[in-house]
């Protein structure tokens, strides 16, 4: 009995990652066929003439896919965010929060720091690939971007003893 058990919950964590095997979705596929690859996104977000469907893997996780769909609902580009690259794209003193939520998707956790003003948006990711990092998004409190400051993920680090 405790094997069926745990046959049933190891199927159904394989049946809701199922899609992350096989091909990601490509470039002209309608909505419908994007949802019914990825399943029902995380957030839905609206920049310009696009929509955006964020999928995010949890508070734990390093990835955030977004799917960029045209005013046709045509599919124009899928992608990871949660990288350098697009960190890079964010400026102090003229993004906001909004277009943060466009470029990154969710944060992993918003929390306040002393030293800074507003908010502070953090967010889990692998620099490069490889290292287990953290990025801070701060905000004034009128929701504008302050800095970008990124570092080790402390909940990841090794802990020497």
């Not at 058990?5 to 096989?22: D, M, P, V």
């Not at 734990?60 to 769909?69: D, E, K, P, S, V």
């Not at 889990?124 to 004034?140: A, L, T």
Request: include cysteine.
């Amino acid at each position: 009995m405790k094997r069926l058990g745990i046959f049933a919950i190891f199927s159904f964590t394989l049946a809701g990652c199922a899609h992350f095997g096989a091909p990601p979705p490509q470039p002209g596929d309608s909505a419908e066929a994007v949802r019914t690859r990825l399943g029902q996104p995380t957030n839905i977000y609206h920049s310009g003439d696009a929509t955006l469907l964020e999928y995010a893997t949890g508070p734990m996780g390093q990835y955030t896919w977004m799917a960029r769909l045209g005013a046709d609902g045509r599919l124009i580009s899928y992608e990871q965010v949660l990288s350098g690259e697009k960190f890079a794209t964010i400026k102090p003193g003229r993004d906001n929060q909004q277009t943060v939520l466009t470029i990154l998707g969710r944060p992993t956790q918003v929390t306040h720091y002393a030293s800074v003003d507003g908010d502070v948006w953090l967010y889990r990711y692998k620099e490069q690939d490889v290292w287990n990092s953290m990025m801070s998004v701060e905000f004034n409190r009128q929701g504008v971007v302050t800095a970008l400051v990124n570092g080790p993920d402390e909940e990841r680090e090794n802990r020497r003893r």
